[in-house]
Nanobody, 125 residues
């Protein structure tokens, strides 16, 4: 059974930093695109960042570019999102996602086949 399990969310003050993790099990995604999405209350799920299977290339939403960094540790099947200079508008549930079909830093919800259940990030002003 394939599972993506996020952790690392929490409550942080504006300007603070969080590091989210996503542990994959049940299948190897070491060659595949992985990414992070988020969904705020009353809003649609939106793309945050993605990374190629090799970890060599990545892609970010304009709203987080320069503040967030996506990375992966393939030997331990873990994806990370370092979120810095957090703003109240970053408050959302953050989801990890993995593709079985793509290998590059490819954006788009249709790229991803597996999703985690999410971890809550709340940024206070």
């Amino acid at each position: 059974q394939v599972q993506l399990v996020e952790s690392g969310g929490g409550l942080v003050q504006a300007g603070g930093t969080l590091r989210l993790s996503c542990k994959a099990s049940g299948r190897s995604f070491t060659r595949n695109t992985m990414g992070w999405f988020r969904q705020a209350p009353g809003k649609e799920r939106e793309f945050v960042a993605c990374i190629a299977g090799s970890g060599g290339t990545d892609n970010y939403a304009d709203s987080v570019k320069g503040r967030f960094t996506i990375s992966r540790d393939n030997p331990i099947s873990t994806l990370y999102l370092q979120a810095s200079s957090l703003k109240p508008e970053d408050t959302a549930v953050y989801f990890c996602a993995a593709s079985t079909k793509y290998y590059g830093a490819v954006n788009g919800r249709d790229v991803f086949d597996y999703w985690g259940k999410g971890t809550q990030v709340t940024v206070s002003s």
